[in-house]
């Protein structure tokens, strides 16, 4: 079964870093690529990053370019997403993603929190 896991989040101070972990398992991991999202309250579902199934290329959203970074391990099936300098508006829940052609996979989400 094509199972996601999050972990990494918490409450952070602005100007934090954190790194997020997505752990993969039940398909061909190195296969895909693999993308994270993320969703504040009352705000729109946003890409964050994006990389390919083996991590040659990568893409980020504006609003995270250049504090973020997006990494994979082939080898033990996991995607990273450093996030340096947090501001308050980057809290939201982060989701890890895998688009399996047939459907979109969703992990359980973890929340990040920026305040002081």
């Known amino acids: 079964q094509v199972q996601l896991v999050e972990s990494g989040g918490g409450l952070v101070q602005p100007g934090g870093s954190l790194r997020l972990s997505c752990a993969a398992s039940?398909?061909?991991?190195?296969?895909?690529?693999m993308s994270w999202y993320r969703q504040a309250p009352g705000k729109e579902r946003e890409l964050v990053a994006a990389i390919t199934s083996a991590g040659g290329s990568t893409n980020y959203a504006d609003s995270v370019k250049g504090r973020f970074t997006i990494s994979r391990d082939n080898a033990k099936s996991m995607v990273y997403l450093q996030m340096n300098s947090l501001k308050p508006d980057d809290t939201a829940v982060y989701y890890c993603t895998a688009d399996l052609g047939l459907k979109r996979y969703w992990g359980q989400g973890t929340q990040v929190t920026v305040s002081s």
């Open positions: 039940g398909f061909t991991f190195s296969n895909y690529a």
